[in-house]
């Protein structure tokens, strides 16, 4: 599924709007090692550092069937919808823009959405919705990794 990202369709803008607050499953994927390891160091406080250590770092194998793209990456520029910029989807605790992106992605049936990364990264990220998957649509690790990322005193 390649379509808009931003909330141009008024009638999906408008169905939003008129929605109450909403959660629902989601899991966050980098498309490369550093990419992940950009965002966990970014969510780090001093308070959660020693748990980095129980971090996994794993590489998956994804089948889905239904994916809304919506990164600047110049990897992603022949998809991308010109209206979603970084800087509106980067801002620190607000997370309103993101959140109705996911919403917009939901309704038009996305099983997840290409996203830029906020690190900065080439490449970016995969947010997936798992109770949204179709029946033929499948997520395999292929190999983990635990890596020591904290080294207390």
């Not at 899991?27 to 992940?36: D, G, K, S, T, W």
């Not at 250590?53 to 990164?71: F, K, M, P, T």
């Not at 991308?80 to 607000?94: I, K, N, T």
Request: aromatic share 6%; with cysteine; hydrophobic share 40%.
């Amino acid at each position: 599924m390649v379509g808009h990202c931003g909330l141009r369709a008024a009638t999906i803008a408008d169905e939003i709007s008129s929605r109450p607050p909403q959660t629902w499953p989601a899991l966050y994927l980098a498309l490369a090692p550093h990419v992940a390891l950009g965002e966990r160091l970014r969510h780090t406080t001093p308070e959660s550092l020693a748990a980095l250590n129980g971090q996994r770092l794993s590489e998956l194998w994804i089948d889905l069937q239904r994916v809304l793209l919506c990164a600047q990456a110049p990897e992603f520029a022949q998809f991308a919808d010109s209206q979603l910029v970084l800087e509106r989807l980067c801002r620190p605790g607000d997370f309103s823009e993101t959140h109705q992106l996911a919403l917009s992605a939901r309704l038009r049936g996305a099983e997840g959405i290409l996203v830029p990364s906020c690190t900065g990264f080439r490449g970016g990220n995969l947010v997936l919705f798992p109770d949204q998957f179709h029946e033929q649509s499948t997520i395999e690790v292929i190999r983990s990794e635990d890596p020591t990322l904290f080294v207390g005193k």
